[in-house]
């Protein structure tokens, strides 16, 4: 969500004119984001990132996943899940999301194996998944926790813990600010995790050749990798948009709230019905998610609306995801997961058919936006509508 004011452009102005754009021994931009947003998230560390792909493998290869072993992922996410699954070596096992739209935990348990190392909830649309079931799960199971909150920053998750921060329940977090996410420098990540080793390892993967401007008393025996290093100018975007993202969050709950008590319940007078979500309240409410018993509702209530049917968004499937059902891991045989000795017992039988649930309920539930910016009139206006729509016979 690209909100951007005079603050941002200030900030790049005296990056700019300072001629502070590196951000090791020149800027202090980058490593004072790292440090605030390990507050706000409440984690030990915070490493920033090119992009949330970068954030993500970093987070995978930090925690020690590689050849030899089976991340699940769910079957509703971005591609880039199951990239990074790959580009740390390791095989993407893609099982059913539920009704909250997050992971089954019922499905990640049937799915565990021998070779399962780690699982990816993926908090899509600022969804929080199941994560008490999930951590109890993983906990038996002896399984690492990777949150993919690409789509979740500045939400949160009120579970049996209370309130925690999307991104700092697991063992490691991933974050995006792309151009589309609540917070956004262009493109940019981070990694966050209380471990002190994941994090060696993650800054080993986002910028391997730190040691020459960091000092080589690094006990650190680091390794070759990519690099996937921020620059001073995102790190003072992102300073700007860390002030801002509460405001707008709470801003989207308070829209959420006025829109679920005049849409959804006897009192609406709607037979509207609301998605299963997660925790007693929280997540980041970019987006309300309606769920119809069928496609045809879904779609007529979509196009009356201006929403979108979340099995249409054309990205977010594991049927679009044809490089991974196709095996096309790597660049180079060598270098393909799928080709690798280690890999062999691996599971990565992959066909479109095999997580029909998820497709039927993407294919029945329809998001609508909410916006930082929405006036009162604004809200008022997508109610109308929401209520109109559900009025039609298809839907109701
Ligand atoms: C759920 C999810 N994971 C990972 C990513 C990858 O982030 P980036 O585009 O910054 O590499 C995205 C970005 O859209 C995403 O939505």
Redesign the pocket.
């Known amino acids: 969500m690209y909100t951007v004011g005079r603050e941002e452009v200030e900030a790049v102005r005296e990056v700019l004119e300072g001629g502070k754009v590196f951000r090791y021994g020149i800027g202090a931009q980058c490593s004072r984001f790292e440090e605030r947003y390990a507050e706000f998230l409440g984690t030990r560390f915070c490493l920033q990132t090119a992009?949330?792909?970068?954030a993500?493998t970093a987070a995978l290869i930090g925690a020690q996943i590689g050849p030899g072993d089976e991340v699940i992922v769910p079957a509703c996410?971005?591609m880039?899940?199951p990239i990074a699954v790959l580009a740390a070596g390791a095989i993407p096992v893609i099982v059913d999301i539920n009704e909250s739209i997050g992971i089954d935990p019922q499905a990640f348990e049937a799915a565990v194996g021998p070779r399962t190392r780690a699982v990816i909830p993926?908090h899509?649309w600022g969804l929080p998944c199941d994560m008490d079931e999930l951590m109890k799960i993983a906990g038996r199971h002896n399984i690492l926790v990777i949150e993919?909150a690409?789509?979740g920053v500045g939400g949160y998750y009120v579970g049996s813990g209370g309130k925690a921060m999307l991104g700092s329940i697991g063992t490691v977090g991933?974050f995006?600010?792309?151009y589309?996410?609540n917070m956004t420098c262009g493109?940019?990540?981070a990694v966050v995790t209380n471990d002190e080793r994941i994090a060696e390892r993650a800054m080993c993967v986002i910028d391997p050749c730190r040691f020459y401007w960091d000092g080589r008393e690094n006990t650190f025996a680091g390794f070759v990798s990519n690099g996937a290093r921020a620059s001073e100018i995102e790190g003072a975007i992102l300073n700007v948009q860390l002030d801002r993202i509460p405001g707008m969050i709470e801003r989207m709950q308070a829209e959420q709230r006025t829109i679920l008590a005049r849409t959804v319940g006897p009192q609406s007078g709607t037979p509207l019905r609301r998605a299963p979500f997660n925790g007693a309240e929280g997540g980041c409410a970019t987006h309300t998610m309606y769920q119809f018993d069928d496609a045809a509702a879904a779609d007529a209530f979509a196009e009356s609306v201006g929403g979108t049917v979340l099995i249409k968004t054309g990205r977010h499937v594991y049927t679009e995801w044809d490089p991974v059902l196709d095996h096309r891991g790597g660049p180079h045989p060598a270098l393909n997961p799928y080709e690798m000795e280690a890999n062999r017992e691996c599971r990565m039988d992959y066909d479109r058919e095999m997580c029909r649930r998820s497709l039927d309920i993407l294919s029945r539930t329809v998001s609508v936006q909410s916006h930082p910016e929405h006036t009162q009139a604004d809200t008022d206006a997508l109610v109308d509508r929401i209520l109109a729509a559900a009025k039609q016979p298809a839907v109701s």
């Open positions: 992009s949330g792909t970068n993500l996410t971005y880039a899940t993926v899509m993919d690409c789509q991933a995006s600010f792309n589309y996410k493109e940019g990540g």
